[in-house]
């Protein structure tokens, strides 16, 4: 059975730094592209970021360039978001995600990321 | 950027009638030479993740129900549920993934009525 089980979320003030963990099992995880996805409460989905099975190429949301960072490692089976220089409107429940080419087939539970004073 | 807009934001409908949500993208999400459409569908339940309904505009993903259909291709796309079961109460979000930033429909709320 796929797992995906995210970790690191809490609450930070503005300007704050949280590093968010992803840990798979279940699959063949160097072998797919991975994804974060966030939602604000209340609010709808924002893809955030991905990276692919390797770890040589990745992408990010405007929003979040150059203040976040995605990476993984293929040994540990997990992935990981470095979020810095967070801001109010980073609040949201963040979500890892599978991508294997077709959308998103497999989603953790997410992690709540609060960023207030 | 690809922008993705469902309609409409909440729709009532009742137990075994037939429910529609439709989602437009500004722009074509076809991939010409592969013949598809890069468009998914997710039901996303009060403190759940979402879950995959259908990818390729129409593939329904495996375990789901077969009164969820999607049709529709270009820039207009359509999720059917046939007939209506209590279960099926959720928030709808279309997906393109044809381009980065990938980008989701605002979303459309679904109750009985």
């Known amino acids: 059975e796929v797992q995906l089980v995210e970790s690191g979320g809490g609450l930070v003030q503005p300007g704050g730094s949280l590093r968010l963990s992803c840990a798979a099992s279940g699959f063949t995880f160097s072998s797919y592209w991975m994804h974060w996805v966030r939602q604000a409460p209340g609010k709808g989905l924002v893809w955030v970021s991905r990276m692919n099975s390797d770890g040589s190429s990745t992408t990010y949301a405007d929003s979040v360039k150059g203040r976040f960072t995605i990476s993984r490692d293929n040994a540990k089976n997990t992935l990981y978001l470095q979020m810095n220089s967070l801001r109010v409107e980073d609040t949201a429940v963040y979500y890892c995600a599978r991508g294997p080419g077709w959308g998103f087939d497999n989603w953790g539970q997410g992690t709540l990321v609060t960023v207030s004073s | ?113």
């Open chain 2, 1 to 113: 950027d690809i922008v993705m807009t469902q309609s409409p934001d909440s729709l009532a409908v009742s137990l075994g009638e037939r429910a529609t949500i439709n989602c437009k993208s500004s722009q074509s999400v076809l991939y010409s030479s592969k013949n598809k459409n890069y468009l998914a569908w997710y039901q996303q339940k009060p403190g759940q993740p979402p879950k995959l309904l259908i990818y390729w505009a129409s593939t329904r993903e495996f375990g789901v129900p077969d009164r969820f259909s999607g049709s529709g291709s270009g820039t207009d796309f359509t999720l059917t549920i046939s007939s209506l079961q209590a279960e099926d109460v959720a928030v709808y979000y279309c997906h393109q993934y044809y381009s980065t930033p990938y980008s989701f429909g605002q979303g459309t709320k679904l109750e009985i009525k």
